[in-house]
């Protein structure tokens, strides 16, 4: 009887998502599972095991052709797989269909949309935008989707871009600032370039203020309040959005 002879530097995967990367005048591809490479990317996904469906490189997944150690050593310095394929990818191309990167691009959309819903506000009503403005807006400004990059990333400059045809703000937030044995005037004075001060409290040996601020200042205030208290400071956040109640009527 004659047996079926299968060549040892071929492996055979199926409902695959390949990223490939071109090094050393070579082309080296990995195997993934579907929907993981966007995760693991953007820090969802932490378990390599979870992303990769073999620690085995490749000069062409479709074929099963599994790349030459020698190869790979000459290319990355080094045969060790589950490195190389880390590598891969990072810096690696996805390689989708065009119907799959549309879908792709649609959901990563729609996310960037509802972070800025819920990090944003009308600042003359203190209430948040609906999901739907905030989509219309991107698009009146021709906001482009990026893959591979951060979707909170990304909503952060779509704020930016936003603010020329829309009025937005980020939600405030109200912090409470205590310290003693310090000069309260100078903390005053700097704090109030980096929010509203709602509430002040001057004491012979210190100072209390409640601020509402952007949440971007946050660590430049926490680091002036170290440094100008020796770190007897307190900083506390009452709450992290200042957002009216009540809802929008959108015309």
């Not at 073999?54 to 790979?72: I, M, P, W, Y």
């Amino acid at each position: 009887m004659s047996k079926i002879f299968t060549p040892t530097n071929q492996i055979r995967l199926t409902n695959v998502a390949v990223v490939r990367m071109k090094k050393g005048g070579k082309r080296f591809e990995i195997a993934c599972y579907k929907n993981k490479v966007i995760s693991w990317r953007n820090k969802v996904e932490k378990d390599i095991d979870e992303v990769l469906q073999t620690h085995s490189v490749f000069t062409n997944v479709s074929k099963g052709q599994v790349a030459k150690r020698e190869d790979l050593a000459s290319a990355f310095g080094s045969d060790d797989t589950t490195a190389i394929c880390k590598e891969i990818l990072e810096k690696g191309e996805l390689q989708i269909s065009e119907r799959e990167r549309h879908t792709q691009l649609e959901s990563i959309q729609k996310e960037i949309s509802n972070i800025i819903a819920g990090l944003c506000v009308n600042p003359e009503t203190k209430r948040p935008y609906p999901v739907s403005i905030i989509e219309k807006g991107l698009k009146d400004v021709h906001f482009s989707v990026k893959q591979g990059r951060s979707p909170k990333q990304q909503a952060l400059e779509g704020i930016q871009l936003l603010k020329s045809v829309i009025s937005i703000e980020r939600a405030q937030m109200r912090v409470r600032i205590s310290a003693t044995g310090v000069q309260g005037k100078s903390i005053l004075e700097k704090i109030s370039n980096l929010g509203v001060v709602e509430d002040k409290d001057f004491s012979s040996n210190g100072i209390n203020l409640v601020i509402l601020t952007d949440p971007g200042n946050y660590r430049e205030i926490d680091e002036f309040i170290r440094a100008e208290t020796k770190g007897k400071g307190l900083i506390e956040v009452l709450n992290l959005k200042e957002i009216q109640e009540g809802e929008d009527v959108v015309e």
